[in-house]
Structure formats: C-alpha cells, structure tokens
C-alpha cells in the first residue's frame, strides 16, 4: 500500500525556518515527480513547489520563489521542503503529493497528482 508522511511542521515565528518531510513507502516514487502543496482554512488547496524524478528540476509558485527549497533523496525515498523566511500568509496545512507515472514536464495541479499525504500543520506567527 503506498503511503506518504509529512513530518516538521509545527509553530514558527515570521522570518523563521522550517523543513518539511515526505517518506515514502510502498511504491517506488523514485521515478516520479512529486511536489508540495497547502491548503489555508476556507481556501482551495494550491501548489507550492514540485521536483522532478531526478532532483535535476524543479519549480516553484511565485510567493514562495527565493524563500522555499524542494529536495529529494531517492536512497532515502524522502522529499523535503525547506521553508525560509516564512511569513504569516505561508499559514496552512502542507500535503505532499506524488505522481503514478512518468511526465515530461513538472505537474502542478492537483489533478494531475495520484497520491496524498495527511499534512502537516505549518502556523507562522505575526
């Protein structure tokens, strides 16, 4: 059964950092891309960054450009967001996502992703 598990998120102050984790099990995500979105209270879920099977690309929504970083370790079937400088807006439950086949370019809808993780809560204090 595939499965994914976001771990990190928690209570920051704004200008402060966190890193969130996505271990995978159960499929081997490796060859896929997978990506991060987050979802505020009465908001729809929306995209924030995404990286290709490899680690060679990636992309990003433009609020979190300059401030957040997508990484994966494939040894490690983990995918990590490193979030700088965080502010207040960057309040929400973060969801990790994964694809279930080969893409050329970087998915960013919610659609196109197969699998979910059950979030973390990230709050940015003003």
């Known amino acids: 059964q595939e499965q994914l598990v976001e771990s990190g998120g928690g209570l920051v102050q704004a200008g402060g950092s966190l890193r969130l984790s996505c271990a995978t099990s159960?499929?081997?995500?490796?060859?896929?891309?997978m990506g991060w979105f987050r979802q505020a209270p009465e908001k729809e879920r929306e995209f924030v960054a995404a990286i290709n099977w490899s680690g060679g690309r990636t992309y990003y929504t433009d609020s979190v450009k300059g401030r957040f970083t997508i990484s994966r370790d494939n040894a490690k079937n983990t995918v990590y967001l490193q979030m700088n400088s965080l502010k207040p807006e960057d309040t929400a439950v973060y969801y990790c996502a994964a694809v279930s086949k080969y893409t050329i370019r970087i998915p960013t809808t919610t659609q196109e992703y197969d699998y979910w993780g059950q979030g973390t809560q990230v709050t940015v204090s003003s």
């Open positions: 159960g499929r081997t995500f490796s060859s896929y891309a």
